[in-house]
């Protein structure tokens, strides 16, 4: 009960130092993409972070994975409409934004915080270790392996082949190509 109680308090005392949202991008599914600046950022490729949202509630935290690679010098996540929290997120989304309507692809200028806590480590956080390694995502469960996916094309866009993996087998299993 202690540990809880003082992962609570940890987790308060990071609202006051939001993440500037200063990008929305909205994709086919619905799915929204935030780009976000926080001071001080420092991330690996396929981790994840609680963001909370206090014109939703105060006290409600949802986990995303960050799809932004270390090499970027900002966050993102992507948010699937698939509730109320979301939804709700949207709709403030579109408060925000210069522009009133979001189409598909189409960049919308915001400035907006949320509250970031995180980031927080993943299986994959030694991937770069290995010779070969096997990316198994369903749905949008493949967002862990967009960070890693981009980290590596930063790595070779660079020229920076020293990094262990030579090969990367990257396996999407999707219900509906829509």
Known sequence: MIIYIIDRLVRWSRRFNPAT???????????????????????????YVFL??????????????????????????????????????????????????????????????????GPYGTPSDDIFQYKVSVLIGAGVGCTPYVSILKSVWYKIKSGNTQFGTKKIYFYWLCSDTK
Request: net charge neutral.
């Open 21 to 47: 949202v200063y990008k929305a991008i909205e994709h086919p599914g619905p799915c929204l993409e935030l780009r976000m600046r926080k001071k001080g950022w420092v991330q690996q490729a396929g981790q």
């Open 52 to 117: 909370q949202c206090s014109e939703i509630s105060l006290f409600e935290w949802h986990p995303f994975t960050l799809t932004s690679a270390p090499e970027e010098d900002y966050l993102s996540v992507h948010i699937r409409k698939a509730g109320d929290w979301t939804g709700e997120l949207y709709k403030i989304v579109n408060n925000h934004s210069k522009q009133k309507t979001m189409k598909e692809g189409k960049n919308t200028e915001l400035q907006f915080q949320l509250a970031v806590d």
